[in-house]
């Protein structure tokens, strides 16, 4: 029996996408397809996914309307994405605005966020429980806080109406939080302003909620479902991840091979495989010149990240002089907090040639990276799942990271037992400490000046299974196992 999910997310690839949130979600449905899963995604109608999916013509229709969405008037369409069935929430009070899903142009958080998401997860819930006649789930599948008042929703249901749920923890970090005057405005029934509820210190906390209330908590990693039972990662909710014991699985995100793969990739200058790899030099020439490096000999390191603490890009800062020391480069792209921007851009003044830095969002820019860069530079104090050292991976750019989360578990460390089974993808380092980045870097230009080895390491990396194919069965047996148990 084909079982019909419905995937509550804030973003989906290729639609609109701020981070690895929207590759899990742009991805899931056809992973989950190979094992009889038929997976709807319902996206926000920001002006970008509008756009998309047309206002009405094509393919594009409305099924259902409500008047009054928690005081918002809002319809459903109900359209594609890829080769999947698509339905955006049209509330223009909510949505439609310029700026980014969760921001304004400035970066600054929108108000009515509180109001926004609990919204689009009270559309998520009616759904779901068949308010819409012609659409009929099975599962509700909430991702990240945005939609994680969903499972809430669907457990102060009226009895009978509501499938099981799932919510999916891509970062831990982000919680949604929000002040009690929310709450009346929610139409919850009072029961719900409890510690077995919405209630979180005092507020209205969504990401809470949906762990307290989903029947089962997913993951992207199993060493991240780990260490979110521990106070150093739990953010808060460690002891609700440990109260829902074996409720929490470690689910690691896969890529999405149609997007990301060097062998097709029209980003890049030259296409290659792990059989061809000496195209890759045009791809670094090419990057070379558009971040204004030296054409040089030693390695090219890469950033692709959001520039946060989280990512480690403070003390990748502080060993960026040290990286030039060893004869390397550094071609950063990324965005965030003002003060690491500016550092990284104060470091390509003092290192010309040698460390060039792009402020901002480039997709094209960021498969160019992975496909002319010779490694990754991935040093997360946390790291749920990350997704650019699998890309890293897939690419023959070697990925460098911190070992924690997921990155823990993709990449293989070059110790000499990897080394010599031929096992060995990248090069992986403890602490998220200058001395502990330093000495990888270190260890990383020592494999790169032995090109044979080196070149069996980016071999090993391209041929590392990072499919969904494992963890696409991995969700489509949780959802059966959670229809077994209702
Ligand atoms: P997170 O979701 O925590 O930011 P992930 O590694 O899971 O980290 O996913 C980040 C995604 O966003 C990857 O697809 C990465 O390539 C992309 N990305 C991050 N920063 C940029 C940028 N400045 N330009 C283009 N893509 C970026």
Sequence with gaps: MTIRVLSIASEAAPLVKTGGLADVAGALPAAVAAHDVAMTTLLPGYPAV???????????????????????????????????????????GLFRREGGPYGDATGRDWADNGLRFAAFARAAADIASGAVKSLRFDIAHAHDWQAAMAPAFLRFAPAGIAPPSVMTIHNMAFQGHFPATLFPRLGLPDEAWSINGVEYHGGVGFLKAGLDSAWAITTVSPTYAREIRSSEFGMGLDGLIRARGNQVHGIVNGIDTREWNPASDRALANTYSARTLARRAANRTALESAFGLELGSGPLFVVISRLTWQKGMDVLLSALDHLVGTGARLALLGSGDKALEAGFVAAAGRHPGRIGVRIGYDEALSHQLQGGGDAILVPSRFEP?????????????????????????????????????GAATGVQFNAVTHEALCDAIDRTVALY????????????????????????KAYADLYANLLEAR
């Design 50 to 92: 509008m756009g998309a999916v047309g206002t009405g013509g094509g393919k594009t229709r409305a099924v259902h309307t409500w008047p009054s969405l928690l005081g918002e008037p809002a319809r459903l369409l109900s359209g594609t994405i890829g080769d999947h069935p698509l339905l955006v929430l049209d509330a223009p």
């Design 385 to 421: 799942c990350g997704l650019t050292q699998l890309y890293g991976l897939a690419y023959g750019c070697v990925p460098v990271v911190s070992r924690t989360g997921g990155l823990a578990d993709t990449v293989v460390d070059a110790n000499p037992a990897a080394l010599a089974a």
């Design 449 to 472: 000046r032995n090109g044979a080895l080196w070149q069996a390491i980016q071999r090993a990396g391209m041929k590392s299974d990072f499919s969904w194919g494992r963890s696409g």
